[in-house]
């Protein structure tokens, strides 16, 4: 094997590298947004079920302490 050949696979061998290093990280980012997609989708689906309980109230339980009146009016 010549000079130009051993260069060659020496610089295919960092790009790989690169690259590995790469596909590493971008794997790292996936999962993460993977994992907060989940939340996201969990946390959603419990505010649905929250306000779908709300709806299923009578009018007067779902009266919030905002909307009634101090004692002195």
């Known amino acids: 094997m010549d000079d130009k050949q051993a260069q060659r696979i020496t610089e295919l ?28 989708q969990r946390r959603i689906s419990e505010l649905e079920q929250q306000l779908k309980t709300s709806k299923e109230k009578p009018a007067e339980e779902n009266r919030s302490l905002e909307d009634e009146r101090p004692p002195h009016y």
Not at 13 to 36: C, G, M, P, W
């Open 13 to 40: 061998e960092i790009s790989l590298a690169h690259l590995q290093r790469l596909f590493d990280q971008l794997n790292e980012v996936v999962t993460s947004e993977a994992i907060r997609s989940d939340k996201m």
